[in-house]
């Protein structure tokens, strides 16, 4: 199996910052792209950032300017710096890896169980 095992969410005021990381593992021999997603209560779920093997970065509308996206291929983690966070930033953040190379069975779209962000004002 791949297990996506996210870390770094909590309380944070308003103007602060977090550092969010996922650690990927498993029978991966190679992750093409990696991403964080949020989803707030009652809304649907949104791209926040995500990477490429090559470095290239994207992100949401909202987040863009405030947060960036990084990845260490050697450890298969990916991190996002969250500053300059907002109330509206509060949401669970998950990880995204869609089928990534694997050594064994079928690749699949993998997602982690999400890491809570709250932001107070």
């Known amino acids: 199996q791949v297990q996506l095992v996210e870390s770094g969410g909590g309380l944070v005021q308003a103007g602060g910052s977090l550092r969010l990381s996922c650690v990927a593992s498993g029978s991966i021999l190679r992750i093409n792209v990696m991403g964080w997603y949020r989803q707030a209560p009652g809304k649907e779920r949104e791209l926040a950032a995500l990477?490429?093997?090559?470095?290239?970065?994207r992100y949401g509308d909202s987040v863009t300017g405030r947060f960036t996206i990084s990845r260490d291929d050697a450890k298969n983690t990916v991190y996002l710096q969250m500053n300059s966070l907002k109330p509206e930033d509060t949401a669970v953040y998950f990880c995204?890896?869609?089928?990534?190379?694997?050594?064994?069975?079928?690749?699949?779209?993998?997602w982690g169980q999400g890491t809570q962000v709250t932001v107070s004002s």
């Open positions: 995204n890896v869609p089928f990534p190379v694997v050594s064994a069975g079928e690749s699949d779209d993998y």
């Open positions: 990477i490429t093997s090559g470095g290239s970065t």
